[in-house]
């Protein structure tokens, strides 16, 4: 940010003095814009600092990683998240190849519920899962008659993580597909190849970078997840309660744990940030090249 | 190369209803866009399923809506160069065009493509992939993947109109050349009349989903059946006359003052006619010259003259009360030695096979 402002500071340096010039208050806007951006930056950047510089105890660091709730809570989310993203992309898949390939009846009302998990509040999301799928819930007399029991297991962490992480998948994996341009389908078909082999040496490896990027994003949308876990699957340790839950358990008695749990979640989700930006920008040249 | 079909679409608003029969070594499908030229040839790959009517290639069913036969793509064999080219753009041009010999031998593999790369002379780009080749190594680098598997035919569609004018002959000559060496059959769509005029055997005019005329290349460029035929296949001298006389197909025509005899194997009945003379078959007389004893001569005054690059453009006034004004092409050499001003008197010569008739009301033929 300095450095923009003194990039804008020089060139108005470099211009010729004026003298007398009436509009001279004008040279002060950039320097009103950039005061002004300062403002939501330091909103969204100032908290992450703050909690990156409060946290940053390589002593505390190893005294939370001894600790078993931390420990529960890191293996859960890592077996949560990695079940509910395999079964996203499994399930995720087909969805998305369909949404861009085909045009079917219902395909509008189908796109529209798909995105509906990105916009609605987690604890709505966990409360219809709880209504669904808990004991007194709409299937719940046939799941216990089954004996299955999902609301407050970890199969209702995976559900929940996949009910708000699919749509993120689904729509990146789309558009990777519809980007795909039908004409390479055809001519490998006229060459002989089968629709099986078609899609595994033409469509998905052009729609790999997307998918990719979904995949990043999904998972890191299902470790964040709280508000329809914390509803669906309540908050167990070592059963339900994954590392959200798990900051949020530990604020009310070792802030420590608390603070680490998050600098670890913290940069966790940068990571993923950063090779989804890498993977989709390193796709873009790889798509639109044809 | 022989293939025919009889099918009817219907695309919204839009109905193709093209019936075609063609036997030549390259056929092209002639026509403004939206002819649905593009269409035909996707209905002949199998890309597009029409609602009606039946395909045969090389004497092999391809598609026949009232049996329900409709063979898959793989199954047609076609060799297919899209207007885009379609390259795969993560594999190389070399990978390009090995994509149809998965399951080969790698030995054999390396033979084919390398005799492909010799063809087209690819040997330099083999390793680079498409987005680092120009227009013109992209469309060979196309051609070449379609004919590696042997096509029964080569489907092409506008496969020039994306490269620059000076590149096209050059393209279009690859383009013959590789056709005699693997004796493929090829047919091409194309809304540029130089296609049509130095590749084709065989000329399809198609327009508003219909086609106008389907017939070995002169016939189309010199005996159109109407006059849309005429001006899309860049006939210059589109005139009304008078026919005030047919005995074997000879007939006498009226334009203007000038009478002109025509020679045609279809029969003209009397009476008003469109006159079609192309303006390269139509000369000057230079003045101690005189016309040979197949031509008719007319009367007129030179009004312009237009230098094209290739040859002299003349237009000729003809004499008489409603003498229409005739195009003609003079060659260089002839106008460097001939050439006359705006406004001299002028006779110009026509042969009886230059001059073709075309009935003025549309007949069953239109």
């Given at each position: 940010m300095g450095a923009r402002l003194n990039g804008t500071n020089g060139t108005n340096g470099l211009r010729p003095p004026l003298t007398g010039?009436?509009?001279?208050?004008?040279?002060?806007?950039?320097?009103?814009?950039?005061?002004?951006?300062?403002?939501?930056?330091?909103?969204?950047?100032?908290?992450?600092?703050?909690?990156?510089?409060?946290?940053?105890?390589?002593?505390?660091?190893?005294?939370?990683?001894?600790?078993?709730?931390?420990?529960?809570?890191?293996?859960?989310?890592?077996?949560?998240?990695?079940?509910?993203?395999?079964?996203?992309?499994?399930?995720?898949s087909p969805v998305a190849y369909l949404l861009a390939r085909h045009r079917f009846t219902g395909r509008a009302v189908l796109d529209a519920l798909l995105d509906l998990p990105m916009i609605l509040p987690p604890a709505v999301a966990g409360l219809a899962l709880l209504l669904t799928f808990g004991r007194r819930g709409a299937l719940g007399p046939l799941l216990e008659a089954m004996g299955v029991h999902i609301a407050f297991s970890w199969?209702?962490?995976v559900m929940a993580q996949c009910f708000v992480s699919a749509p993120f998948f689904i729509r990146a994996a789309r558009t990777g597909f519809e980007a795909v341009d039908?004409?390479?389908?055809?001519?490998?078909?006229?060459?002989?190849?089968?629709?099986?082999?078609?899609?595994?040496?033409?469509?998905?490896?052009?729609?790999?970078?997307?998918?990719?990027?979904?995949?990043?994003?999904?998972?890191?949308?299902?470790?964040?997840?709280?508000?329809?876990?914390?509803?669906?699957?309540?908050?167990?340790?070592?059963?339900?309660?994954?590392?959200?839950?798990?900051?949020?358990?530990a604020m009310e008695g070792d802030l420590g744990a608390a603070l680490t749990l998050a600098l670890i979640l913290l940069f966790v989700s940068l990571g993923a940030l950063l090779v989804f930006k890498q993977v989709t920008g390193g796709g873009r040249s790889n798509i639109h090249a044809v | 190369m022989q293939f025919e079909l009889a099918i009817e679409k219907q695309f919204g608003g839009f109905r193709l209803q093209v019936d075609l029969s063609v036997e030549a070594r390259t056929a092209v499908l002639?026509?403004?866009?939206?002819?649905?030229?593009s269409l035909t040839l996707q209905s002949i790959l199998g890309i597009v399923k029409p609602d009606r009517g039946r395909i045969t290639v090389m004497g092999e069913l391809f598609f026949d809506a009232s049996t329900g036969v409709n063979l898959r793509l793989q199954d047609r064999r076609l060799g297919y160069v899209p207007q885009s080219y379609a390259l795969f753009p993560h594999l190389t041009a070399a990978e390009n065009i090995a994509f149809g010999l998965r399951g080969r031998s790698t030995a054999e593999v390396r033979r084919e493509v390398g005799a492909m790369l010799d063809l087209l002379r690819l040997h330099e780009v083999a390793d680079r992939p498409p987005r680092r080749l120009s227009g013109g190594e992209q469309?060979?680098?196309?051609?070449?993947?379609?004919?590696?598997?042997?096509?029964?035919l080569l489907l092409l569609d506008e496969p020039f109109s994306a490269l620059d004018p000076a590149l096209r002959g050059d393209l279009r000559s690859q383009l013959l050349v590789a056709q005699r060496e693997l004796g493929v059959g090829v047919v091409l769509v194309s809304h540029d009349l130089v296609d049509a005029q130095t590749l084709a055997d065989m000329v399809a005019i198609l327009d508003g989903g219909r086609v106008l005329q389907c017939d070995r290349r002169e016939e189309v460029f010199y005996r159109p059946v109407s006059v849309e035929v005429a001006r899309f296949t860049g006939s210059r001298n589109v005139v009304r006359g008078e026919v005030s006389s047919a005995i074997d197909g000879v007939a006498t025509?009226?334009?203007?003052?000038?009478?002109?005899?025509?020679?045609?194997?279809?029969?003209?009945?009397?009476?008003?006619?469109?006159?079609?003379?192309?303006?390269?078959?139509?000369?000057?007389?230079?003045?101690?010259?005189?016309?040979?004893?197949?031509?008719?001569?007319a009367r007129?005054?030179?009004?312009?003259?237009?230098?094209?690059?290739?040859?002299?453009?003349?237009?000729?006034?003809?004499?008489?009360?409603?003498?229409?004004?005739?195009?003609?092409?003079?060659?260089?050499?002839?106008?460097?030695?001939?050439?006359?001003?705006?406004?001299?008197?002028?006779?110009?010569?026509?042969?009886?096979?230059?001059v073709h008739v075309v009935p003025s009301r549309p007949s069953a033929a239109g």
């Amino acid at each position: 940010m300095g450095a923009r402002l003194n990039g804008t500071n020089g060139t108005n340096g470099l211009r010729p003095p004026l003298t007398g010039d009436p509009g001279g208050m004008w040279h002060w806007v950039p320097v009103g814009v950039a005061v002004l951006s300062l403002a939501p930056l330091a909103l969204l950047v100032g908290p992450l600092l703050v909690l990156a510089w409060r946290s940053f105890s390589l002593e505390q660091l190893r005294v939370a990683i001894g600790d078993p709730m931390v420990r529960q809570a890191l293996r859960l989310s890592f077996v949560t998240t990695s079940a509910s993203l395999i079964l996203v992309v499994l399930f995720g898949s087909p969805v998305a190849y369909l949404l861009a390939r085909h045009r079917f009846t219902g395909r509008a009302v189908l796109d529209a519920l798909l995105d509906l998990p990105m916009i609605l509040p987690p604890a709505v999301a966990g409360l219809a899962l709880l209504l669904t799928f808990g004991r007194r819930g709409a299937l719940g007399p046939l799941l216990e008659a089954m004996g299955v029991h999902i609301a407050f297991s970890w199969t209702a962490v995976v559900m929940a993580q996949c009910f708000v992480s699919a749509p993120f998948f689904i729509r990146a994996a789309r558009t990777g597909f519809e980007a795909v341009d039908p004409q390479l389908e055809h001519v490998a078909a006229t060459l002989g190849t089968s629709p099986a082999a078609i899609f595994f040496r033409v469509t998905l490896p052009l729609a790999l970078p997307n998918i990719l990027a979904g995949m990043v994003m999904a998972w890191a949308r299902g470790l964040g997840e709280f508000g329809a876990t914390i509803m669906f699957a309540g908050n167990f340790p070592g059963r339900s309660q994954t590392m959200p839950l798990a900051v949020y358990s530990a604020m009310e008695g070792d802030l420590g744990a608390a603070l680490t749990l998050a600098l670890i979640l913290l940069f966790v989700s940068l990571g993923a940030l950063l090779v989804f930006k890498q993977v989709t920008g390193g796709g873009r040249s790889n798509i639109h090249a044809v | 190369m022989q293939f025919e079909l009889a099918i009817e679409k219907q695309f919204g608003g839009f109905r193709l209803q093209v019936d075609l029969s063609v036997e030549a070594r390259t056929a092209v499908l002639f026509g403004p866009s939206g002819a649905g030229k593009s269409l035909t040839l996707q209905s002949i790959l199998g890309i597009v399923k029409p609602d009606r009517g039946r395909i045969t290639v090389m004497g092999e069913l391809f598609f026949d809506a009232s049996t329900g036969v409709n063979l898959r793509l793989q199954d047609r064999r076609l060799g297919y160069v899209p207007q885009s080219y379609a390259l795969f753009p993560h594999l190389t041009a070399a990978e390009n065009i090995a994509f149809g010999l998965r399951g080969r031998s790698t030995a054999e593999v390396r033979r084919e493509v390398g005799a492909m790369l010799d063809l087209l002379r690819l040997h330099e780009v083999a390793d680079r992939p498409p987005r680092r080749l120009s227009g013109g190594e992209q469309q060979r680098v196309a051609l070449a993947r379609a004919l590696v598997v042997r096509p029964r035919l080569l489907l092409l569609d506008e496969p020039f109109s994306a490269l620059d004018p000076a590149l096209r002959g050059d393209l279009r000559s690859q383009l013959l050349v590789a056709q005699r060496e693997l004796g493929v059959g090829v047919v091409l769509v194309s809304h540029d009349l130089v296609d049509a005029q130095t590749l084709a055997d065989m000329v399809a005019i198609l327009d508003g989903g219909r086609v106008l005329q389907c017939d070995r290349r002169e016939e189309v460029f010199y005996r159109p059946v109407s006059v849309e035929v005429a001006r899309f296949t860049g006939s210059r001298n589109v005139v009304r006359g008078e026919v005030s006389s047919a005995i074997d197909g000879v007939a006498t025509i009226r334009i203007g003052s000038a009478t002109l005899t025509a020679r045609s194997a279809r029969p003209a009945s009397t009476g008003p006619a469109w006159i079609i003379m192309r303006a390269e078959r139509i000369r000057l007389l230079a003045d101690d010259e005189t016309a040979d004893r197949d031509e008719s001569t007319a009367r007129g005054t030179l009004k312009t003259a237009t230098f094209s690059g290739t040859c002299w453009r003349l237009k000729v006034s003809l004499d008489g009360a409603d003498g229409p004004v005739l195009e003609v092409d003079a060659p260089v050499w002839w106008w460097e030695r001939h050439g006359r001003e705006p406004g001299a008197a002028c006779t110009v010569a026509v042969g009886s096979s230059a001059v073709h008739v075309v009935p003025s009301r549309p007949s069953a033929a239109g």
